[in-house]
């Protein structure tokens, strides 16, 4: 049993503007559609169906919320990056991811969700922009890291986190995988941080 077991659906908003109670401490979670974000947070909560996974790209349209406790939320934002989107579309959502991240009070960290082969397209960048100029701290998750045998997933890694100085920010890399749990106990770590940190400061 760990802290993110107990997670729990409590709501779906149909846009980013409308979530509601911008109180107490929340996690967002993001990436490119596919990028593994369901089942990351599925392996996080040990759960099998707490957020869908599918295997067909764009599901997630909604933003759900989990509880984790009173507030204490992780947010599933929809994948983003799907081709089929109309372009006025993407603009619209980018737009409001912008505003999420500078002006929503309780977010408190932002992970980043990308295929370890394919890191860093330009919307992951955008995000990670947006998010070091609101001063959000960054996790740069490189999932599906069961895919590459160890010296590959090395390089991809260091790369990545070469690729990360750029930014400029609190952005730290790690690989991961909802296939054999590599890299769990470091993403629980970073969000233990940014939970408690924040907790400390009440
Ligand atoms: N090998 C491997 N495959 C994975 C891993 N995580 C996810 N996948 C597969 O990648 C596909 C997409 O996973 P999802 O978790 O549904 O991805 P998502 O980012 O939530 O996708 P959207 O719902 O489109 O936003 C599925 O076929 C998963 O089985 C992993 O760690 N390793």
């Known amino acids: 049993m760990t802290y993110y077991t107990q997670a729990k659906f409590s709501t ?3 846009d980013i503007r ?20 369901s089942s990351a947070l599925n392996t996080l909560a040990r759960q099998k169906n707490l957020a869908r996974t599918s295997k067909t790209p764009g599901r997630t349209q909604l933003i759900n919320v989990f509880e984790l406790e009173e507030g204490r939320r992780l947010i599933d934002l929809p994948g983003y990056g799907f081709a089929q989107v109309p372009i ?5 959502w980018q737009q409001a991811l912008g ?26 960048q955008d995000l ?6 609101a001063n959000i701290p960054v996790l740069a998750l490189l999932t599906k890291s069961d895919k590459l045998k160890a010296g590959k997933r090395k390089a991809q890694l260091m790369m990545a986190q070469e690729a990360a ?38």
């Open 128 to 133: 990670i922009y947006w998010a070091v100029e």
């Open 12 to 14: 779906s908003a149909p």
């Open 18 to 37: 409308h979530l509601e109670g911008d109180e107490g401490i929340e996690v967002a979670f993001a990436g490119r559609s596919n990028a593994g974000k």
């Open 99 to 124: 505003e999420y991240l500078q002006k929503r009070k309780s977010l408190k960290g932002l992970v980043v969700l990308m295929d370890i082969r394919h890191p860093f397209k330009d919307l992951d």
């Open 165 to 202: 100085l750029a930014f400029m920010g609190d952005v730290t890399v790690q690989t991961f995988s909802s296939h054999n749990r590599q890299g769990l106990p470091e993403l629980e770590q970073m969000l233990d941080g940014w939970f408690h940190r924040h907790e400390e400061k009440k």
């Open 88 to 92: 006025a579309m993407k603009k619209k």
